[in-house]
Structures are given as C-alpha cells and as structure tokens.
C-alpha cells in the first residue's frame, strides 16, 4: 500500500472517529436514548466506504472508529460534560471559548492530582 493512501485512509478513519464520538457521547449521556445516532453512523459509513473495498471491511473500520471514540469520550468525559453545559446555557460557542474550557477543565484535573 502507497504511503499517500495509507495517510488518507488514516485521515478518513479519524472522521469516522469523529462522527462515531458524537453517537457515543449522547449515549453516554443518556443511556436510555432510543432515538438518534443514525446520521452520524451513516456519515462515518460514507467516509469509510471511500477507503474500504467490501461491506466487511467497512462494518470493521466502523467497529474501530466507534471503540476509538468511545476511548476518546470516556478519556475526556469532563471537558466533554463542560463544553455541553456551556452549550446549552449560550446555545452557541466559538473555537476560543471551547478551547477555553477545555482549558479550564484541565488546569483543575491538574491542581486535584496534585
């Protein structure tokens, strides 16, 4: 395999991560959630039938990029927790304030272990 496939189908693998965490984290959030997730686990699906030659190899990639998200998620579940409560109270948030709360939630995980 080329070095320049093998990096795209890397980036690609990495969106479908990211369509993956977004299902992961709502059923996290909400385990009895019935509802909802289709769209992002279609959007990975599309991403990664760019990169995959077969249905199985596809429904793999999918497996991988949700236990890839759910490391993820459940790795930074309070910056995740953070950013959703300023969400829902300023309904919309810019990159700065994200990173600033991220940042923020940091910085106290490190004065707790210390």
């Not at 080329?2 to 909400?30: G, L, P, W």
Request: a neutral charge; aromatic letters at 6%; one cysteine or more.
């Amino acid at each position: 395999m080329d070095q320049h496939y093998s990096k795209f189908a890397r980036i690609v693998q990495n969106y479908a991560t990211v369509c993956m965490a977004v299902d992961v984290a709502e059923k996290k959030f909400n385990p009895k959630r019935r509802f909802g997730g289709q769209s992002d686990v279609h959007s990975a699906t599309e991403l990664l039938d760019h990169i995959s030659g077969s249905a199985e190899l596809i429904e793999a990639r999918l497996r991988v990029a949700c236990l890839e998200a759910q490391s993820i998620i459940d790795n930074h579940w309070n910056e995740v927790t953070a950013v959703a409560e300023s969400l829902m109270e300023h309904k919309a948030l810019s990159a700065k304030q994200v990173r600033e709360i991220i940042l923020k939630g940091r910085d106290r995980l490190g004065r707790a272990l210390c």
